[in-house]
């Protein structure tokens, strides 16, 4: 791994034209517990040619290199600024569930009608039918805790709202969800003081997403593809129907590009409104402290806030928390955002009041995630 610049944590995609060339890791938890990232190509040295160049080295680009590698045989050239898994890659809360986006279900359903909203939930379960046999493919390694998607109400207004959803789920999309009243939640999953209930479904799998990504990184490069790190595209001209891709080491002429950084492209430019989301990791609870929280499963969680609190007991002990945070690189390290996280533990989980978060991380989303 070749670390040129130390990470900044200003770094900020509608100011900055390129996130950086050979920046270190963001400081998360899963750098630290996934061990050294796998082999890589290096930074790229001279001019080349590939069919198809994917810009970035993050669960797009090195999920769809995996796939062009194994299924298809198309060996892709990935070109990431930095490191394999930089971005928002090696700082989520690793869930992963069916995709709804910022409209609610009923909100589908009322917008687009009912063969819409089908149809949109059959392409979410569609996706992640292909995360899930991801996570059971026996060459990617990434602890994978399937036990579903808990969605706590935090004011008894949001319980009536997901007892709604859970019926719609139920009735018109055939998704067999169901809803939890506060004392079954603390009984069976987590004893959430803010918990006014909570809708229970069926899918969702937690993972340490840097192992994913590492994971999909070795796939890919064994069936041929390459990863050249410390690569960031600085700029994009296309003819002909060729585009070229300067790096600081040299050109890279494609077929096909893949991307989606935002300032890049016209088609991406402008078209999206960065806000951050962050991440702390506890230190490793005691089994008294796990029994005062009555923290009983490691299944993925998220609260009803429009800011919401996702949150989760990991396997080894250590509880996670993350929810929206700065608007721009300047504000990053304000302390407050940090203390909005704290304060949350302390109102869910009293006995965690004042924990030592010794991992503390954020990256840039599209608010529509
Ligand atoms: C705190 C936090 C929590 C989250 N929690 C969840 C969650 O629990 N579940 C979930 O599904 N999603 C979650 N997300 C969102 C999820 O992480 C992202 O949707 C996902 O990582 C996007 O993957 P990506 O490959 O598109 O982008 P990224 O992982 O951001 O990768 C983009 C890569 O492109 C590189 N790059 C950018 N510009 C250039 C350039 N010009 N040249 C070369 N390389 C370039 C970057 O260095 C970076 O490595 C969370 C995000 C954050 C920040």
């Avoid at 290096?42 to 810009?55: F, R, S």
């Avoid at 009984?187 to 209930?197: L, V």
């Avoid at 790096?247 to 430019?269: D, E, F, Q």
Wanted: hydrophobic fraction near 35%.
């Amino acid at each position: 791994m070749t670390v040129k610049q130390p990470y900044n944590p200003h770094y900020d995609p509608l100011k900055d034209s390129s996130p950086g060339e050979g920046v270190d890791y963001a400081p998360s938890y899963w750098r630290y517990h996934a061990g050294p990232p796998p082999e890589n190509d290096g930074p790229v040295t001279d001019d080349m040619e590939a069919d198809v160049v994917l810009i970035g080295a993050g669960f797009t680009g090195l999920a769809t290199a995996m796939f062009l590698a194994r299924e298809h045989g198309i060996k892709a050239v990935v070109l990431e600024a930095n490191q394999i898994g930089w971005g928002c890659t090696s700082r989520n809360g690793g869930q992963g569930h069916l995709a709804w986006g910022r409209l609610s279900r009923s909100q589908w359903v009322r917008k687009w009608g009912v063969d819409m909203a089908r149809q949109l939930h059959a392409n979410s379960l569609e996706g992640f039918e292909v995360f899930k046999s991801l996570t059971q493919d026996p060459e990617v390694d990434c602890e994978p805790q399937p036990l579903g998607n808990l969605l706590i109400a935090h004011s008894p207004q949001a319980m009536q709202h997901l007892e709604a959803e859970s019926r719609l789920c139920n009735n018109i999309l055939g998704y067999r969800t169901r809803t939890l009243d506060r004392a079954s939640v603390h009984r069976d999953f987590m004893g959430d003081q803010e918990s006014h209930g909570a809708m229970l479904e069926p899918e969702g799998i937690a993972v340490q997403p840097l192992k994913l990504a590492y994971s999909y990184a070795r796939i890919a490069r064994h069936h041929g593809a390459r990863i050249h790190t410390s690569s960031p595209v600085q700029h994009w001209t296309t003819e002909n129907g060729i585009h070229y891709l300067q790096t600081p080491g040299g050109t890279v002429k494609a077929r096909a590009v893949g991307y989606t950084s935002p300032n890049l492209h016209s088609l991406t430019a402008y078209r999206n409104m960065p806000i951050m989301a962050n991440s702390v990791w506890t230190r490793t609870l005691t089994d008294d402290e796990i029994e005062a929280c009555g923290l009983r499963s490691t299944i993925l969680t998220t609260d009803t806030r429009k800011l919401r609190y996702y949150y989760r007991l990991l396997p080894e002990k250590r509880l996670q928390i993350g929810t929206r945070s700065a608007i721009s690189g300047a504000d990053a390290q304000n302390a407050r955002h940090l203390d909005v996280v704290h304060e949350a533990i302390a109102r869910k989980f009293p006995a965690l009041a004042g924990i030592e978060t010794p991992w503390f991380s954020h990256g840039w989303i599209s608010p529509t995630t």
